[in-house]
């Protein structure tokens, strides 16, 4: 029991939203807000980099958007706001100008959302292995489905590559959940994600989930959901790779 109350704890850390969204940059702009992007990073609190900064106000310089635009000196609009899902990008992607007009004018685009619709199933599961996975043929066509008009939306803004990230395993091994969630994850969610991808052309898979392996102590944050800078890092490094950076 003390491992599902743990559980049910990050689900509620993940989902904690902000209300309005971040744009940031990698470097200094000196053009109007939309005149030079190269890379627009999409997606939730992952993309947001939640709980690596001096406060949540705005996206940590050390979320992995950020880290892929040091390295390759980009400039960086750091969409990412904690707590959303796939819903929520699908609406911002067709209705929000501040989202259209930066994806507009990005040469990549990055997209790490899903984990939430995750989450959000744990919470409604109490943290329970069995009824999680009796949660998942509700949460999974949602997911899906969203995730495939997303990827449609953006295609029809720009010709930019776009990198989608998999969800990697957010509990730590010896809680309740970490084996339930591999297998989950492994068999079911992220094959799923794969399959959405290669349906859309310059679209490109980054597996955040192979990446993370079984090292949740080294890349998630102890008593949450969210990376550490080590695991910002490799999600960094995973996409520079996808797009022939490195």
Same mark, same amino acid.
């Given at each position: 029991?003390?491992?599902?109350?743990?559980?049910?704890?990050?689900?509620?850390?993940?989902?904690?939203?902000?209300?309005?969204?971040?744009?940031?940059?990698?470097?200094?702009?000196?053009?109007?807000?939309?005149?030079?992007?190269?890379?627009?990073?999409?997606?939730?609190?992952? *993309?947001?980099?939640?709980?690596?900064?001096?406060?949540?106000?705005?996206?940590?310089?050390?979320?992995?958007?950020?880290?892929?635009?040091?390295?390759?000196?980009?400039?960086?609009?750091?969409?990412?706001?904690?707590?959303? *899902?796939?819903?929520?990008?699908?609406?911002?992607?067709?209705?929000?100008?501040?989202?259209?007009?930066?994806?507009?004018?990005?040469?990549?685009v990055t997209l790490d959302i899903g984990s939430n619709d995750l989450l959000q199933a744990v919470k409604v599961s109490n943290g329970n292995p069995q009824l999680l996975l009796g949660q998942i043929p509700t949460m999974? $066509?949602?997911?899906?489905?969203?995730?495939?008009?997303?990827?449609?939306?953006?295609?029809?803004?720009?010709?930019? $590559?776009?990198?989608?990230?998999?969800?990697?395993? $957010?509990?730590?091994?010896? *809680?309740?959940?970490?084996? $339930?969630?591999?297998?989950?994850?492994? *068999?079911?969610?992220?094959?799923?994600?794969?399959?959405?991808?290669?349906?859309?052309?310059?679209?490109?898979?980054?597996?955040?989930?192979?990446?993370?392996g079984e090292n949740q102590a080294i890349y998630v944050r102890p008593l949450d959901v969210h990376p550490t800078i080590e695991g910002q890092e490799l999600l960094a490094k995973i996409g520079e790779t996808v797009l022939?950076?490195?």
């Amino acid at each position: 029991m003390k491992f599902k109350r743990l559980s049910l704890s990050f689900a509620s850390i993940a989902l904690a939203g902000t209300l309005f969204a971040s744009t940031s940059f990698a470097k200094e702009n000196n053009g109007n807000a939309y005149g030079k992007i190269d890379l627009v990073g999409l997606g939730d609190s992952i *993309t947001f980099g939640y709980n690596l900064g001096v406060d949540n106000n705005e996206p940590s310089p050390y979320a992995f958007p950020f880290l892929m635009g040091e390295n390759a000196q980009l400039y960086v609009s750091d969409l990412g706001i904690p707590g959303w *899902t796939t819903t929520d990008l699908l609406n911002a992607v067709k209705n929000d100008q501040n989202f259209r007009q930066s994806i507009k004018h990005a040469n990549y685009v990055t997209l790490d959302i899903g984990s939430n619709d995750l989450l959000q199933a744990v919470k409604v599961s109490n943290g329970n292995p069995q009824l999680l996975l009796g949660q998942i043929p509700t949460m999974l $066509p949602i997911l899906t489905n969203n995730l495939d008009q997303i990827i449609q939306e953006i295609s029809k803004l720009t010709d930019a $590559p776009i990198v989608v990230y998999n969800i990697y395993n $957010p509990f730590q091994i010896g *809680t309740s959940l970490h084996v $339930p969630a591999n297998q989950l994850l492994s *068999t079911i969610i992220n094959p799923a994600i794969a399959k959405i991808v290669q349906t859309h052309t310059n679209t490109k898979l980054a597996d955040a989930y192979s990446a993370f392996g079984e090292n949740q102590a080294i890349y998630v944050r102890p008593l949450d959901v969210h990376p550490t800078i080590e695991g910002q890092e490799l999600l960094a490094k995973i996409g520079e790779t996808v797009l022939g950076f490195n």
